[in-house]
């Protein structure tokens, strides 16, 4: 049995709200232009702190938070402890994205509307700006650089100057997120990624291969791959968003999930000896080692999202709230 240990109305909806966890804190945006830090156990405000509307990017380094909202053209970065104001970067307007590596965080490509631009972390200083606009989806550290990527192609920058380490020629061109997640970090040889037509790749990080999975049956949905109890868990097309977990060596399915009818909430959650996910009407279905149905209980509401808290908790995204669970 689930039980519920708190929860917090945001005073908007639920599906516009970026969340973050970071070991024992939640970071939410609410009230259109607030952050707020809540603590996993007990959902108790830690700090409240103006961020702007709607964050492009909201990405939590260490001890520090990175915020990127859409009604000004300033990176903020924040103290994960207090809330403090560390420091303010100027950017472009239409700026979005951000990644960190080696102490840098890289910000724009988004859309194309903007050259990508790095800060260091520690105080923002601008460290370089590349001369022209650059398109590519959600950058990742991996590899000891930045994996950028546009098209049938993706390639490793260092974080440092900007330059080129590696590239991978795909046969199937990146699925398009619009600045969601497209690239999986598997291990430090390994990134899983989603392509059209549900081409699902793994990178190498010697060499510049890119090794295709066997094909999947089903169509999937251009979301990068959730990595849960070591297997990579894709998003279907069909069963209302269910998901299929395939093992990232050589792409053999291990479960699949889909609840028919009844569309599933985005997320997966491990829990011993299995999984849990949600469907958007309330309901959060535990599976066992091997992909069956263990049960089903009601949450209530309308779930958006998972997230795991860790310790045996999970986070549900509901219709205005974030509620924290304990499995």
Do not use: K
């Amino acid at each position: 049995m689930v039980a519920e240990l708190w929860e917090r109305v945001l005073h908007q909806r639920g599906a516009y709200s970026t969340v973050a966890v970071a070991g024992e804190r939640v970071l939410v945006h609410e009230r259109r232009t607030r952050l707020v830090c809540l603590g996993a156990a007990d959902g108790a405000l830690r700090w409240d702190a103006p961020v702007g509307a709607w964050p492009r990017a909201l990405v939590v380094v260490g001890q520090r938070v990175l915020v990127l909202p859409q009604d000004r053209p300033v990176l903020s970065c924040l103290s994960l402890g207090t809330g403090e104001l560390l420091w303010r970067a100027e950017v472009a307007h239409w700026t979005g994205q951000v990644a960190v590596a080696d102490g840098v965080v890289l910000v724009g490509g988004w859309r194309g509307y903007t050259p990508l631009h790095a800060f260091d972390l520690t105080d923002g200083r601008p460290l370089w700006r590349a001369a022209a606009r650059t398109m590519t989806e959600r950058p990742v550290a991996w590899a000891g650089g930045l994996l950028l990527g546009d098209g049938g192609r993706a390639w490793l920058v260092d974080p440092r100057d900007g330059r080129e380490l590696e590239s991978w020629w795909l046969p199937a061109p990146l699925t398009g997120a619009d600045g969601n997640a497209v690239f999986t970090v598997v291990d430090p040889d390994r990134c899983a990624v989603v392509c059209d037509g549900g081409t699902v790749l793994v990178l190498r990080a010697a060499g510049g291969r890119a090794e295709r999975l066997p094909a999947h049956e089903g169509a999937l949905l251009g979301e990068a791959p959730l990595p849960v109890d070591g297997l990579l868990w894709l998003r279907e097309v069909r069963s209302g968003g269910g998901y299929v977990a395939v093992d990232p060596l050589d792409g053999a399915r291990r479960r699949r999930i889909g609840v028919e009818g009844r569309p599933l909430a985005r997320g997966v959650v491990g829990t011993t000896g299995g999984a849990a996910v949600a469907t958007e009407d309330g309901a959060l279905v535990h599976l066992d080692g091997d992909g069956g149905v263990a049960g089903r209980e009601r949450l209530g509401g309308r779930i958006t999202a998972l997230r795991d808290l860790g310790a045996g908790r999970l986070l549900a995204v509901t219709r205005n709230s974030l509620r924290g669970w304990r499995l």
